[in-house]
């Protein structure tokens, strides 16, 4: 998952170019994630869907990059995306009943957009108040998990501690709902 990070292709200054608007560094970030992408791809997903789940993946890389806030995530953020375009035609390809594996998001599938909205806004205002505020600084805020410990002085191993039994309440809360 650290291909894009490790090679000299997708250097920070060049994901920060393209963050910044540079189109040339664009264009030269799409052509340098391409390859990676789908190795991921084919790794990922149906044979069938390899070059869908990377266009998807560059069509999101080239809508939004410039909304990227830490440069350090930029790989991990862009295989996120791919496995969720491989999930998407996944689903899309074999239907509701045979695509996710897992309860929560078997039950998801059939749900409209805004009842998801309003079952997960319930799961979060569900939490702990020091559970419900990492969430928000993570998912919602999208702080790194160094920033969110500086912003509660708390450790990082604490932050992650909670962002993950957070996220287990959260499943825990959309199951039983």
């Known amino acids: 998952m650290t291909a894009l990070a490790g090679t000299s292709r997708c250097d920070p200054s060049l994901v920060e170019a393209a963050r910044g608007g540079d189109t040339a560094a664009l264009v030269a970030l799409i052509a340098a994630a391409q390859p990676d992408i789908r190795r ?30 830490a440069v350090t995530s930029f790989s991990a953020w862009l295989f996120a995306v791919a496995r969720r375009a491989c999930l998407r035609l996944l689903r899309r390809a074999t239907g509701p009943s045979e695509a996710p594996a897992d309860d ?74």
């Open 40 to 69: 991921y791809a084919a790794r990922t997903c149906r044979a069938a869907d390899i070059d869908d789940a990377v266009q998807e993946t560059l069509l999101l890389l080239y809508r939004r990059v410039g909304t990227l806030r």
């Open 104 to 177: 929560v998001e078997a039950r998801l599938v059939h749900l409209a957009p805004e009842d998801i909205r309003i079952d997960l806004s319930r799961a979060i205002q569900s939490l702990p108040d020091h559970y419900r505020e990492v969430i928000l600084l993570r998912d919602i805020e999208e702080l790194s998990i160094d920033e969110i410990a500086d912003v509660l002085a708390l450790t990082r191993e604490s932050v992650k501690a909670r962002i993950h039994r957070a996220r287990i309440m959260i499943r825990e809360y959309l199951i039983r709902d």
